[in-house]
């Protein structure tokens, strides 16, 4: 591959003349720009980003952290993302946390190869996010809170979500609600815990051990999780599983199983994914907006940008949306044999 000092050798000008030619600037004549040029053509010189980069100490890039680049859960916070970058001018890098600490997205905050960067990851180190965000590198936070400079905060309201989730279940006569867990150290899910658990404290209904499940966010682990349930010969009356892709996995065996889902169990996700109104029944879910909290982020990262740290925390309403995975209360609960 063809070096600026190529190009400046095959020109016969020195590598700072070569430079300046090939960047446009007035210090150089139009003859000599035309030989760096044509030298360059030759060559088929392609200039470094990298370089250039290191150089103006700014990459027009925007990098987005997430836990896995993977599932249907994503798609929409990227192209509400991809909106507002694209419309600066900028482009959008995407790289994995899986590895913690040496992922390649720890590398990617500690060389801070962005001008920016979003993340949706809970296994990143706060220490390393504090450490990272600078004036020329602010970050904008989407599944945690930290209070640190040049740091952004957006959230979903989890807790009340759940809470609507819970408190629709108790509505339609359901009240043993297993709660199908996310992974421990997440915030989105400790969070909706919560909101399960304050739901049902409200309604009087006493929290149980026994009806906690996880599930890890996979569908996978929904499937484990019913598979379980359905080893203990007598169903609860409800689901709430805290993303879709659990609660789809549970719907999965339950089926295959078949339970009636909608009258002798209920159940309601979180997300509203795409495909949470196409399984059977369509599920009842929650939905929060991720395509807008795409946006919102992107365009915290360029207010950031230009001087605008005043807005560090927005917090985004959920909807309930009611579809046919929850019915009329079956009294017969007894598993059959």
């Given at each position: 591959?063809?070096?600026?000092?190529?190009?400046?050798?095959?020109?016969?000008?020195?590598?700072?003349?070569?430079?300046?030619?090939?960047?446009?600037?007035?210090?150089?004549?139009?003859?000599?720009?035309?030989?760096?040029l044509d030298a360059a053509r030759r060559l088929n010189y392609q200039p470094s980003g990298i370089a250039r980069d290191l150089k103006s100490n700014k990459t027009n890039t925007v990098g987005l952290i997430l836990p896995d680049l993977s599932g249907p859960f994503y798609s929409e916070l990227i192209?509400?993302?991809?909106?507002?970058?694209?419309?600066?001018?900028?482009?959008?890098?995407?790289?994995?946390?899986?590895?913690?600490?040496?992922?390649?997205?720890?590398?990617?905050?500690?060389?801070?190869?962005?001008?920016?960067?979003?993340?949706?990851?809970?296994?990143?180190?706060?220490?390393?996010?504090?450490?990272?965000?600078?004036?020329?590198?602010?970050?904008?936070?989407?599944?945690?809170?930290?209070?640190?400079?040049?740091?952004?905060?957006?959230?979903?309201?989890?807790?009340?979500?759940?809470?609507?989730?819970?408190?629709?279940?108790?509505s339609l006569g359901r009240n043993e609600i297993a709660y199908l867990s996310g992974p421990s150290n997440s915030f989105d899910n400790s969070k909706r815990f919560e909101g399960y658990k304050k739901a049902l404290r409200d309604h009087g209904i006493p929290f149980s051990g026994h009806l906690l499940?996880?599930?890890?966010?996979?569908?996978?682990?929904?499937?484990?999780?019913?598979?379980?349930?359905?080893?203990?010969?007598?169903?609860?009356?409800?689901?709430?599983?805290?993303?879709?892709?659990?609660?789809?996995?549970?719907?999965?065996?339950?089926?295959?199983?078949?339970?009636?889902?909608?009258?002798?169990?209920?159940?309601?996700?979180?997300?509203?994914?795409?495909?949470?109104?196409?399984?059977?029944?369509?599920?009842?879910?929650?939905?929060?907006?991720?395509?807008?909290?795409?946006?919102?982020?992107?365009?915290?990262?360029?207010?950031?940008?230009?001087?605008?740290?005043?807005?560090?925390?927005?917090?985004?309403?959920?909807?309930?949306?009611?579809?046919?995975?929850?019915?009329?209360?079956?009294?017969?609960?007894?598993?059959?044999?």
């Amino acid at each position: 591959m063809a070096t600026i000092k190529d190009v400046a050798k095959l020109a016969g000008v020195a590598v700072s003349t070569a430079s300046y030619a090939l960047n446009n600037s007035g210090l150089v004549s139009s003859d000599t720009r035309k030989k760096v040029l044509d030298a360059a053509r030759r060559l088929n010189y392609q200039p470094s980003g990298i370089a250039r980069d290191l150089k103006s100490n700014k990459t027009n890039t925007v990098g987005l952290i997430l836990p896995d680049l993977s599932g249907p859960f994503y798609s929409e916070l990227i192209k509400g993302i991809q909106d507002v970058t694209i419309a600066n001018g900028y482009d959008l890098i995407a790289v994995s946390s899986i590895g913690g600490k040496n992922s390649t997205a720890a590398k990617f905050l500690k060389e801070k190869r962005a001008d920016g960067v979003i993340i949706l990851a809970s296994n990143i180190d706060e220490n390393l996010i504090s450490d990272a965000a600078r004036k020329d590198m602010p970050v904008v936070l989407l599944d945690k809170r930290i209070e640190a400079e040049y740091v952004l905060n957006i959230q979903v309201d989890n807790e009340g979500g759940a809470y609507k989730a819970v408190e629709h279940l108790v509505s339609l006569g359901r009240n043993e609600i297993a709660y199908l867990s996310g992974p421990s150290n997440s915030f989105d899910n400790s969070k909706r815990f919560e909101g399960y658990k304050k739901a049902l404290r409200d309604h009087g209904i006493p929290f149980s051990g026994h009806l906690l499940y996880q599930g890890n966010f996979t569908k996978e682990g929904g499937n484990h999780a019913a598979k379980l349930m359905l080893l203990q010969n007598r169903l609860p009356e409800a689901i709430f599983a805290a993303n879709d892709e659990m609660a789809i996995g549970a719907m999965e065996v339950l089926k295959q199983a078949g339970i009636n889902i909608g009258q002798e169990i209920a159940i309601v996700g979180f997300d509203d994914i795409q495909l949470a109104e196409y399984v059977q029944p369509p599920l009842t879910t929650i939905r929060q907006p991720m395509r807008e909290m795409g946006s919102l982020a992107a365009q915290q990262i360029f207010r950031a940008l230009n001087g605008d740290f005043s807005s560090n925390f927005i917090l985004l309403e959920t909807e309930l949306i009611i579809r046919e995975s929850c019915g009329g209360k079956q009294l017969n609960k007894q598993m059959p044999r």
